[in-house]
Nanobody, 118 residues
Framework: VQLQASGGGLVQPGGSLRLSCAAS????????MSWYRQAPGKQRELVASVSSARIKNYVDSVKGRFTISKDNAKNAMYLQMINLKPEDTAVYYCNAKIVSVMATQEYWGQGTQVTVSS
């Protein structure tokens, strides 16, 4: 499974961005897709995730501002971000987990930089 993240950029505080993650396989078979982020000097953190049943979870700091979604027909996942804050500045990574009785397989995209600054 290959994941390609895109959509990052430089935006002013209060602005919006939409990140995309394109998968090389059908995402119907992926149990959970997630967005993580890593700011300079900090550990990578889980930002949002969506299950195969479309159950969504968010870290508290982005609730009400970020929306995760996926499009099975396009094999893609998205992260709509509004009201961006400087503390949202980070490299954002998409992640996919496929769970089987034997093991959990995990895949990462290459990351896309989001910079929130005036």
């Amino acid at each position: 499974v290959q994941l390609q993240a895109s959509g990052g950029g430089l935006v002013q505080p209060g602005g919006s961005l939409r990140l995309s993650c394109a998968a090389s396989v059908s995402i119907v078979s992926i149990n959970r897709m997630s967005w993580y982020r890593q700011a300079p000097g900090k550990q990578r953190e889980l930002v949002a995730s969506v299950s195969s049943a479309r159950i969504k979870n968010y870290v508290d700091s982005v609730k009400g501002r970020f929306t995760i979604s996926k499009d099975n027909a396009k094999n893609a996942m998205y992260l709509q971000m509004i009201n961006l804050k400087p503390e949202d500045t980070a490299v954002y990574y998409c992640n996919a987990k496929i769970v089987s009785v034997m093991a959990t397989q995990e895949y990462w995209g290459q990351g896309t930089q989001v910079t929130v600054s005036s």
